[in-house]
């Protein structure tokens, strides 16, 4: 079909006010935040409802059409980026942003792929309930890109990743057909378990549409602290006596080094250091509970406890919602300010939560060795072994030369990563960024399979090409 022709299609579909096509109006969907990847577009479209997003991949596969499904355009991998060959279709979900339901008795909520996670959570605390994904983006980012990466978090270890958040979805296939499969059942045995192809496929297997997912009762009480400690050994040693003493109510768990704290410090606005004295390591925990009161007790007496057999050397247990907020500024400004200190050379990871210690020990001492003057600045979330193995550029060095080395310092990483049984993305995903090391770190066998999948539900290859596989 000629060009002319394809764009008319498009715009039937969706309506012309719909579907971009000047470079500058595409711009905001063909650039990646931190600038690692640009790319080029036939168009922009997009539909704003399922069937118009089933008739789009008729055309598409009629056409041989490749599309990029995109959503806050958040993603850290390249995933929702287009090449630049110019022969791409962006197919942006924002349009479907509707909360169609959400059921308190059965506590669900089904929601579109473009509604953004803060949105889906402030529903849920509308019906009393808790949505626990929590993200720095959740402002910006879509319930449909956390399905397609399978996004973690700051609450994983209370509640899991988003997969263990959707009971049921709603995709649309290369080909255009429309699985339905919003289910709100906790039991279903009746054969494959569809909804997982999905999570976690980053749209190359299929287009999530629309989802429902879990809910859970809102906390009536929080009690959050900020702890300065020796170590990462000692932190866990704080998450395995938080874990005896408070059991599920453990809700986040968040590592960070004083040298992140610093660039916080530096170039976050409105920030102060919460400890009167510098310590080496910090813990950011948070309980939750359903009952009225005694939480700040609980939390109170782990402190002490770990404070008594050396563990924390001092913490500060928020006394206002103020200060909660001051305590998850310094944690949540943590991946932004990196930025104005120069280059910064990225790991996702993930190790066994026992192993966390040893893990940056060995990384840290080898990175140290790599480079003199760089800067190790990992954080994340201890409670599920996933670390941010982030590398900042020494003080002065030229910052093209230093991010030129970035597969070296991957592979430094990502070795040291396989001998502690880790992966090397924990919850950002593969996309574009890291499809080459697939091959180096996959079992043979499970890389065949997922091939397989993908040959099976998009034979023709149109969807997301380039990306994870």
């Known amino acids: 079909m000629p060009l002319d022709s394809l764009i008319a299609r498009l715009a039937q579909i969706v309506g012309e006010q719909h579907l971009l096509t000047r470079t500058e109006d595409m711009a905001p969907h063909l650039r990646e935040w931190r600038d690692l990847y640009r790319g080029a577009a036939l168009a922009v479209v997009k539909p704003g409802a399922t069937q118009e997003v089933a008739a789009i991949m008729r055309l598409a596969t009629a056409e041989h059409l490749p599309v990029v499904p995109q959503g806050g355009n958040t993603g850290l991998v390249g995933g929702q980026i287009p090449d630049t060959s110019g022969t791409m279709l962006v197919l942006s979900l924002q349009r479907l942003d509707r909360v ?29 309930r808790l949505f626990p994904l929590s993200l720095a983006s959740e402002g910006s980012c879509t319930v449909g890109g956390n399905i397609a990466t399978n996004a973690g978090g700051t609450a994983v270890i209370a509640y899991g990743n988003t997969r263990d958040l959707v009971l049921g979805l709603e995709v649309v296939l290369a080909d255009g057909r429309v699985w339905n499969g919003l289910g709100k059942l906790r039991k279903d045995n009746t054969g494959y378990d569809l909804k997982n192809l999905f999570v976690g496929s980053e749209g190359t297997l299929g287009i999530v549409t629309a989802a429902v997912l879990k809910l859970f009762p809102r906390p009536r009480s929080r009690a959050t602290a900020f702890c300065g400690l020796a170590s990462p050994a000692a932190a866990l040693d704080l998450l395995t006596l ?12 968040e590592l960070m080094p004083r040298i992140g704290l610093d660039f916080v410090l530096r170039h976050a606005p409105g920030t102060r250091d919460p400890l009167a004295a510098a310590h080496r390591w910090y813990v950011l925990i948070e309980l939750s509970s359903q009952l009225d009161g005694g939480i700040d007790d609980s939390l109170e007496a782990i402190l002490g406890e770990a404070i008594e057999v050396g563990s924390v ?36 990871v993930s190790v066994p939560v026992a192993e966390v210690p040893a893990f940056l020990a060995e990384a840290t001492a080898a990175v140290e060795a790599w480079m003199a003057g760089c800067r190790v600045v990992a954080f994340g979330h201890l409670g599920d072994g996933n670390i941010h193995y982030n590398v900042s550029q020494p003080v002065g060095a030229d910052k093209a030369a230093f991010l030129a080395r970035w597969d070296e310092l991957n592979s430094l990483v990502h070795g040291i990563v396989a001998r502690y049984a880790g992966s090397i993305s924990a919850e950002h995903g593969i996309g574009r960024l890291k499809r080459h090391l697939l091959p180096e770190v996959k079992d043979p066998v499970a890389l065949a399979l997922m091939r397989d999948l993908k040959r099976t539900l998009d034979p023709d290859g149109i969807l997301n090409p380039g990306a994870v596989l």
Do not use: Y
Request: proline share 1%; no cysteine.
């Open 100 to 128: 169609r339901e959400v059921d308190p008795l059965t506590d669900t909520m089904t929601v579109e792929a473009g509604v953004t996670l803060q949105r889906a959570q402030e529903a849920a605390e509308e019906a009393g």
């Open 242 to 253: 938080a874990k005896r003493r408070a059991g599920g109510a453990v809700t986040t768990f």
């Open 313 to 348: 050397e001092d913490a500060a247990l928020a006394s206002s919602l103020e200060q909660r907020a001051a305590f998850w500024k310094l944690r949540e400004a943590l991946s932004e300010v990196q930025r104005h200190e120069g280059g910064s050379i990225k790991h996702d």
